[in-house]
């Protein structure tokens, strides 16, 4: 199976400040890749597939990057309602397999 | 409206067997591929199993397979999980989750998920 590696484990920032997560396949994506932010209690919602499509409805401040085996998750300009873990996943394989998460304090 | 809603959790005994149903309203359920994901309490997110738009093919996380078999009912618009040999490693909340268009096997759409204990 595909190994998805994200980095780093917790981050700490202030409002307005620019947050980049990585994330490292074990094997080559191309960019079948998305992008999960999941709030206490919630689940998961959808912020970015393809690398770096933006899904309808999310804040312009996400973007996604990256091909192959290495991609990053950039948030512009943190907002206080940003805290939450991330999650990157891999739909390449038909075994789609999730990163660790990145939980993101502000 | 859009939405995914599951049923079947509960608490069950070690070795014993439970079946999740996932009620899908507001797209065309036939179109899409769907899929279960879990999250062990405090732990990070986990595919489980997927199920082809048609039924004809399904995929299963190693932890889990020969033991959940996933199935579809198109004309009843619902997924189901049938989990059996349930250990103390499958205490999670079930997610059931829409994929995306053609081969996009992202989740675009998740329920509220449902709690499986397992104990004794």
């Known amino acids: 199976d595909i190994q998805m590696t994200q980095s780093p484990s917790t981050l700490s920032a202030s409002v307005g400040d620019r947050v980049t997560i990585t994330c490292r396949a074990s094997e080559s994506l191309l960019s079948w890749l998305a992008w999960y932010q999941q709030k206490p209690g919630k689940a998961p919602n959808l912020l970015i597939y393809k690398a770096s499509t933006l899904q309808s409805g999310v804040p312009s401040r996400f973007s996604g990057s990256g091909s192959g085996t290495e991609f990053t998750l950039t948030i512009s300009s943190l907002q206080a309602d940003d805290s939450a873990t991330y999650y990157c996943?891999?739909?390449?394989?038909?075994?789609?397999?999730f990163g660790q998460g990145t939980k993101v304090e502000i | 409206e859009v939405q995914l809603l599951e049923s079947g959790g509960g608490l069950v005994q070690p070795g014993g067997s439970l079946r999740l149903s996932c009620a899908a309203s507001g797209f065309t359920f036939v179109d899409y591929a769907m899929s279960w994901a879990r999250q062990a309490p405090g732990k990070g997110l986990e595919w489980v199993s997927a199920?082809?738009?048609?039924?004809?093919?399904?995929f299963y996380a190693d932890s889990v397979k020969g033991r959940f078999t996933i199935s579809r009912d198109n004309s009843e618009n619902i997924v189901f999980l049938h989990m059996t040999g349930l250990t103390a490693g499958d205490t999670a909340v079930y997610y059931c989750v829409k994929e995306g268009p053609s081969t996009h096997y992202y989740f675009d759409l998740w329920g509220r998920g449902t709690l499986v204990t397992v104990s004794s």
């Open positions: 996943q891999q739909y390449y394989s038909s075994s789609r397999t």
């Open positions: 199920i082809s738009s048609g039924g004809h093919s399904t």
